[in-house]
């Protein structure tokens, strides 16, 4: 009987385009891949976002908490529609994010996170999710919304996106859209990376997903040892 109402509660699937691996060089010379993983990846990265949940600073915590929820309600199969990438360097894993298409049109930003503070990881793969948004999904915008001002410094302000009436599913502040327009506007000076991967690079990265220890990530986030936060 289970079974059978779990047909019932797992949303279908549209068919999705895979997004191609890329590898940026950083302003450090370290070699950023940024890969698409699928759900069995979900569980070491619910183990790097745990720490985040300790940090107040730039709304980590809530920016945490969310994908943590987001990240294993698609593993449960409880989200329709959704894609994480996720940035490593010498298989460290360095950022998340993740997405969701809310209809073949129109996609849906959820979250960013930056682990690794200060090489603008995050912006890069904000802008490879849009990339993948518009470029390989095929869709004619993107919904967005911020939790924190760095996040509306680096999406709305540095995108020029247009202000949109409604909500976004997230709720919070006013959604903003990124059109393609937009996006092809934007992509010469946002979009960077270059393909394919080196294949050593990319065996490292598929490998495993390093994570930091949690003094570490901690550390990474606020630029100060843990014992500032005790």
């Known amino acids: 009987m289970d079974m059978e109402l779990e047909g019932y509660l797992r949303p279908p ?14 302003s450090t010379s370290a ?25 107040a600073r730039d709304y980590y915590d809530i920016v945490g908490v969310r994908l943590y929820a987001e990240l294993l309600g698609w593993s449960r199969y409880r989200v329709r529609d959704e894609f994480c990438l996720v940035g490593q360097i010498d298989g460290l894993l360095v950022g998340i994010v993740n997405s969701r298409m809310y209809s073949p049109e129109i996609g849906i ?28 999904l095929d869709q004619e915008e993107v919904l967005i919304t911020a939790e ?3 996040g509306f410094r680096r999406w709305m302000i540095e995108y020029g996106l247009e202000e949109r ?6 709720g919070g502040a006013t959604p903003y859209a990124l059109t393609r327009d937009l ?25 495993e997903i390093i994570i930091a220890t949690e003094d570490d990530i901690l550390e990474k986030i606020l630029g100060a040892k843990r014992r500032i936060l005790q």
Request: glycine share 4%.
């Open 13 to 26: 699937e549209y068919p999705m385009a895979p997004y191609p691996a890329k590898v940026i060089t950083l």
């Open 31 to 55: 070699k950023l891949v940024i890969r698409q993983v699928d759900r069995d990846d979900v569980p070491i990265l619910l183990e790097a976002i745990k720490p985040t949940l300790q940090v």
């Open 109 to 136: 930003s959820l979250h960013t996170l930056a682990i690794e503070r200060g090489l603008r990881i995050g912006a890069h793969l904000f802008a490879s999710k849009m990339e993948h948004h518009i470029e390989y």
């Open 148 to 150: 924190s001002p760095i």
């Open 165 to 170: 009436d409604g909500q976004h599913e997230l």
């Open 183 to 207: 996006y092809f506007a934007a992509k010469h000076r946002l979009v960077a990376g270059e393909r394919p991967v080196p294949p050593e690079l990319m065996a490292v990265a598929e490998k």
